[in-house]
């Protein structure tokens, strides 16, 4: 079989960076395009020397460089507006794009200019673009695979790292119709210092972020707004996103990767806590990257650092029929990278799991 | 001036080592009596090289050592059961306790029974405690150093610390009667690995503790009973403790000392951002050892590190009308010894910053 | 092809589970028996989370059982004096033995016994045992594996950690004759963790390790004979290894994995930078797994944590003549059970990175 | 007592930082000014939030201010070439000054000028400057306290963290003539990322310091120059400070404070190890800030970490006749602000320990 030419525009940020390494070892995409910034020109085993065999002599180009051009696949691990222009013009030349920025998380464009208080410079785009959540969308990726087939390039926005374990922690319970509409959900993130991204500041300095812990991005962060679409899809009777009395709370924590979200959600009804395990395992039974653990055993980020997979669980306290629904991930792999990679097999009618068995390190 | 006799039950746990520190310092406290178990006979500074200069040739002594009747103040360093023995044996001679355990965090002693699954041995003096909060107690520790002027010992029961974190975090709001009756509020808490105590379990050695994020302790938590107990103190209009719908989860991350509670509070009516920031600042205005941050302003847990502060601050979502309410502490410092010896400083009217004035590490 | 079959003595300590991760991934190995002391019976993937889709269901056997029998190579990971107990009773069945303990790391039984101060049981197999340390000892591994061919099983004493690493940083200075005979040779290792067990002990305890630095073992800890017995192989005219005078320091620092190994060489005459960098890429020309890095750029741990990977390289400062040689590996991967795989692939006559190809993450 | 008026020159660095933190709690030192760069003009307590208590409303003001010229003593926490030019215009006001860049560390122009290649515009400062390391400088410290009583203002050098840390692991074995001269000097460093600096920089990232151990500034150091100054004074057969064959390699690993040095001396004659230790605790009698463990203890940086404190101690091995002596100090600490701190309360006649009691957290 002919490898899928691939290129990773943004390679030396930490979410391209996680890409050049998953696909250096994946047995079908073949990189062969690799952009930067200001270190175009420098050879990335040189820039990071983990990746020295992997890319031996291969040097970082710019982020225009026609290379791109040969691509069956570009990723885009890039901020938010230069995601939509990198888009634009791949598309047009009928190539695919896994975006990893925010500029197609959102059909609704409004929605998205008020976010992120930008104009979209691709509406259309943004209208048709599939939301890259596998495990909650994995139809929409399929009917995309489908019309890539036929010549549409497919369009994916990835979910961001927060959202993807929001997602994840919630699904079952919110697909099932469990929640109390109208009540506040409460969504409490912990996450490692990769998600403050690459750029050394005063923050991501190892003495800040060493030994503390802190919030960050209150009271109203933007992640808030894509977790609550992706609720109110789950389950329409809670109403719109706009509706749904939402609260989210991210917290900085000194480690390299691992996020946790823990959601709490008050239910509509009784529900036994074996009951409501059931309901988990049997809504991702089909998700061969995400974990039901066995009931009352909570997920640990350590256990999916690393790697693609999600660890999940859900609790409920009898006395006040508020469920504790967690997620774990790296932030960097189901939330970021090897999301989009598992998107991008979906894409190209692989198992979505391929070249994705990497196992965490123990310990 | 007489230097007040003191001595420490269980000096050789984290909180018991971290009181031997404080109270080595102390301009007005002399330790007189260090208890251990197994490492009765060793010496202080053997077991911790930091002691050394402090307690140089100063030897453990068993937790019934004699030297404890000779005590104008014992802390009581140890697990929940412990205390209330430890505690009895020493009011009846007259000797003040600063009880660490959980035996006197309840004056409701069917409460207490029903939270530990155990049997309460000395439900009298559970009934008289006070309970060691001093922010949100402080009249009733004035009025208990009146009556141990008068003859009668006085005994504490101090705060946890997820507690007093979740308590600081909250009380101007629901002392000013904010919070929306009957929603479900919830207290997620982000605590370093002394919080798990210094016992060598797989769960904290190092290299499963390190690179990781996870809840535990769910889905209701021992702690739960007891936050619920003082904001139903707090803003009775709220209702009974048992009436509260609050969710409480713990979480470990990879550091020392340092606890976050992130507290969600629906609000009854609108408030201002402004508005709310001057309430807390007016309720912590003769509190020195809490610092209410500038508006928008976030605590970290690093300030506060080592040290007896904490550090607070609140912010509204108008949209949701959610607060969220943040106070980081040293789970060890403000959140164990250095609370206790707070109290025990208004138990024997001092001033109650006296001896705790260090200043955390930048960084 | 028939898969290899596998069994792992010691699956549950940190290189054990290393074993069982790595081997999970390989194409040739298949994994038949785990085996556990105390936590026989228990499931693979409930002790460790991370291994549960590898493992699924495959439960943890008692260190005796049977199917250990139907073995092709058993992988040995378990504390000095119990490898040589199942080598001997896994020789004598036919089933080559790659052995992680001390206990087959000296042809000298004499020195093994000094040194560990216990009597070896088998010393026909020590005499016959080859030096797992597949760089330097890369012919004598082809030699078993034809030896295997004819139907003598392999016996493989693995080497540790510190010393893969002090070998791996100073080979070919030594290999080229470069150093002063004579001269007092130091070796500072500096270490994660991992290095110190699985046991959760005081010294383990998150709270200990963590944001310390300490040395430990001093005056004279057990590795240096062995590197003492690897320099002198490789440089005979230092003397015998008991001659060399050689100065080792091992360090814990709070990481999970990583290994650093310093070495200070004092040169027999005067050499260039550039000449020296040379000799290095010429060693290990054809080793896939060691990197020397570009002249001037010094060897980090993450760049080969969770991977198979050493990296190398050596400056000299031409005032003093000493060099320093440096060489960074992960103590669980290249320092224990990664090795060992290289040194199975090596017995079974596959390319020796098989199945090794895992990168570090970046960060 | 009229309180000592002190200003801080660079108040923003983390020496700086430190500096603030002491003199805060100091009884007889006033700070009464706090310079920067870019920050002047931001309040301290804004900067830093652990500081807010201590320095409410202190407003940071630029380096040249004039403040500065009614302080007692100035502390300069600024690279090389600032120092000098600071205290050359405080010196001649009658102003004492005590330096913590490296420009007053050498009485020899020639070879601070080799060693930092750049040119000293104060060379006569320079050559009656004290080398600030009060265990082996007592004298001429308090001979310059007794020259600034007489109005001649003092201008102190203050050691560096490592040259520190070498400088109290052999002054004892040196200053008795065991060490064997010729022979090559080893000098391994291991430090916290404060040493690295405040700056934000790739290197300092939290993500890439973290889960990492490295070597760097190989192959020749400038501390080395400045450890081998120190050792010739400590042991003049020796030989001259450019004589000494020293090796010297510091080393990068993931916590905030912490410093050991571990020196390899070989030893001119064989000693008992209980010998080597009494030599030791007889150095360090009158030395209230170090403590020489007891024989067989090693020391551990936690134990001196927020402190001014070191921990000494020292093994023999008596096949090689090689010592291994060991400090552990704060390397911001004894390593920086501390000692400076030290140097001042000797310049002023106040006992060397005064404001410096701090206690280690533990943990």
């Given at each position: 079989?002919?490898?899928?030419?691939?290129?990773?525009?943004?390679?030396?940020?930490?979410?391209?960076?996680?890409?050049?390494?998953?696909?250096?070892?994946?047995?079908?995409?073949?990189?062969?395009?690799?952009?930067?910034?200001?270190?175009?020109?420098?050879?990335?085993?040189?820039l990071?020397?983990?990746?020295?065999?992997?890319?031996r002599?291969?040097?970082?180009?710019?982020?225009?460089h026609?290379?791109?051009?040969?691509?069956?696949?570009?990723?885009?691990?890039?901020?938010?507006?230069?995601?939509?222009?990198?888009?634009?013009?791949?598309?047009?030349?009928?190539?695919?794009?896994?975006?990893?920025?925010a500029?197609?998380?959102?059909?609704?464009?409004?929605?998205?200019?008020r976010?992120?208080?930008?104009?979209?410079?691709?509406?259309?785009?943004?209208?048709?673009?599939?939301?890259?959540?596998?495990?909650?969308?994995?139809?929409?990726l399929?009917?995309a695979?489908?019309?890539?087939?036929?010549?549409?390039?497919?369009?994916?926005?990835?979910?961001g790292?927060?959202?993807?374990?929001?997602?994840?922690?919630?699904?079952?319970?919110?697909?099932?119709?469990?929640?109390?509409?109208?009540?506040?959900?409460?969504?409490?993130?912990?996450?490692?210092?990769?998600?403050?991204?690459?750029?050394?500041?005063?923050?991501?300095?190892?003495?800040?972020?060493?030994?503390?812990?802190?919030?960050y991005?209150?009271?109203?962060?933007?992640?808030?707004?894509?977790?609550?679409?992706?609720?109110?899809?789950?389950?329409?009777s809670?109403?719109?996103?706009?509706?749904?009395?939402?609260?989210?709370?991210?917290?900085?924590?000194?480690?390299?990767?691992?996020?946790?979200?823990?959601?709490?959600?008050?239910?509509?009804?009784?529900?036994?806590?074996?009951?409501?395990?059931?309901?988990?395992?049997?809504?991702?039974?089909?998700?061969?990257?995400?974990?039901?653990?066995?009931?009352?055993?909570?997920?640990?980020?350590?256990?999916v650092?690393?790697?693609?997979?999600?660890?999940?669980?859900?609790?409920?306290?009898?006395?006040?029929?508020?469920?504790?629904?967690?997620?774990?991930i790296?932030?960097?792999?189901?939330?970021a990278?090897?999301?989009?990679?598992?998107?991008?097999?979906?894409?190209?009618?692989?198992?979505e799991?391929?070249?994705?068995?990497?196992?965490?390190?123990?310990?």
């Amino acid at each position: 079989m002919d490898a899928i030419r691939a290129g990773i525009i943004g390679a030396t940020g930490f979410a391209g960076a996680e890409l050049a390494r998953l696909l250096a070892l994946h047995p079908r995409f073949e990189v062969i395009a690799l952009t930067a910034g200001a270190e175009a020109g420098m050879e990335m085993g040189a820039l990071y020397p983990a990746l020295e065999h992997a890319y031996r002599g291969v040097q970082l180009v710019p982020h225009h460089h026609e290379s791109l051009f040969s691509c069956d696949v570009v990723f885009t691990a890039v901020p938010h507006t230069a995601g939509m222009q990198h888009a634009a013009r791949l598309i047009e030349r009928g190539i695919s794009v896994i975006d990893l920025s925010a500029d197609f998380r959102f059909n609704d464009v409004d929605r998205y200019e008020r976010t992120y208080e930008v104009s979209h410079t691709a509406p259309q785009l943004a209208r048709r673009a599939v939301y890259g959540q596998p495990e909650t969308m994995r139809e929409r990726l399929h009917e995309a695979a489908r019309e890539r087939e036929n010549g549409m390039p497919a369009l994916v926005g990835c979910a961001g790292c927060y959202v993807t374990a929001s997602i994840l922690a919630a699904a079952p319970a919110l697909a099932a119709g469990l929640v109390e509409p109208c009540a506040p959900l409460v969504v409490d993130g912990v996450s490692g210092v990769t998600g403050a991204g690459r750029k050394a500041t005063a923050r991501t300095h190892f003495c800040t972020a060493n030994e503390n812990i802190e919030a960050y991005g209150l009271p109203a962060h933007r992640h808030a707004p894509e977790i609550a679409q992706a609720y109110s899809r789950l389950m329409p009777s809670l109403g719109s996103a706009e509706d749904i009395r939402l609260a989210f709370a991210p917290h900085l924590v000194p480690l390299n990767r691992g996020l946790l979200a823990t959601v709490h959600l008050p239910l509509a009804t009784d529900i036994d806590p074996a009951e409501l395990h059931a309901t988990y395992c049997s809504f991702f039974s089909d998700s061969p990257l995400v974990t039901v653990l066995d009931q009352d055993v909570l997920p640990k980020t350590a256990a999916v650092a690393g790697t693609a997979y999600a660890q999940v669980n859900a609790t409920v306290d009898k006395r006040t029929r508020i469920a504790c629904a967690l997620c774990a991930i790296d932030n960097l792999g189901k939330g970021a990278a090897a999301q989009a990679v598992q998107c991008a097999n979906l894409i190209f009618e692989l198992p979505e799991n391929t070249g994705l068995d990497a196992i965490a390190c123990i310990p």
